[in-house]
């Protein structure tokens, strides 16, 4: 039996994970999904100070609370970056870090600073205030890349805004990403997420990235939960 933690991506919470998690423990794993604070589940805790710092402190705690170790950290999209971080500070915990669809943490660059220029300001123009938090408000369906449309608008339904701080906070490693720790990215290429798709690239030449392409959609966990969990179950021991 394995231990797996997941991560949710901007705007949605541990609803998010809830297809591959039941598939996980299917199979006989400890698997369990965490929400955002100020996000998701827990969206009424939306707050100023939130940001990828808390986010990170609120993982780890978790995972001390819980005294959870080797863990399969599993982060989706933004998910990826906490999971990155968590890797960073408490690597003594994960056993094998995941990212799905996300981005390589760098010291000192933030999302924004990271992706694509013209998407960046594109979201810049849509940030508004939520009970005094400046938030990212939530993509309309038609940008979740979900073909079934029932499953697109049941998805749209739960999203949340997100802390806008958590895309213009720089990052703060204090190791090399993946801080020495198993690594497997999981690229979703049809289509691919413009967002993401510089970092396929990306990843190919880290030579200690373990590379997987599925044919699935950037919001895969929700859409393709059988091929998620098919990659989780293989991941390396």
């Known amino acids: ?35 955002f604070r100020g996000v998701g589940e827990r969206a ?69 600073g990271r992706i694509p220029p013209e998407i960046v300001a594109k979201r810049k123009k849509l940030v508004t205030i939520v009970n005094g938090t400046e938030v990212l408000p939530f993509a309309p369906v038609g940008s979740l890349i979900i073909d079934d449309p029932e499953l697109a608008a049941w998805t749209h339904r739960q999203l949340t805004p997100h802390p806008v701080a958590c895309y213009t906070k720089p990052i703060r490693l204090r190791h090399a990403a993946g801080n020495g720790r198993p690594m497997t990215y999981i690229a979703c290429t049809r289509p691919r997420y413009p967002v993401s798709a510089g970092m396929h690239e990306k990843v190919q030449t880290m030579s200690h990235i373990r590379f997987r392409p599925i044919e699935a959609g950037h919001n895969c966990i929700i859409s393709a939960p059988d091929l998620v969990t098919t990659e989780l179950l293989e991941i390396p021991r």
């Open 1 to 35: 039996m394995r231990t797996y933690l997941c991560l949710p991506g901007a705007w949605m919470g541990a609803w998010s994970w809830q297809f591959v998690v039941e598939r996980l423990k299917a199979a006989g794993h400890d698997a369990r999904a965490l929400a």
């Open 44 to 112: 009424a805790e939306l707050a100023p100070e939130l940001d990828n710092d808390a986010f990170l402190a609120d993982t780890v705690d978790y995972l001390e609370i819980e005294n959870l170790r080797d863990v399969v950290l599993v982060g989706h999209s933004f998910g990826s970056l906490i999971a990155g971080l968590v890797t960073d500070r408490v690597p003594e915990r994960v056993a094998h870090l995941v990212i799905i669809d996300g981005g390589i943490p760098t010291d000192g660059q933030s999302i924004f």
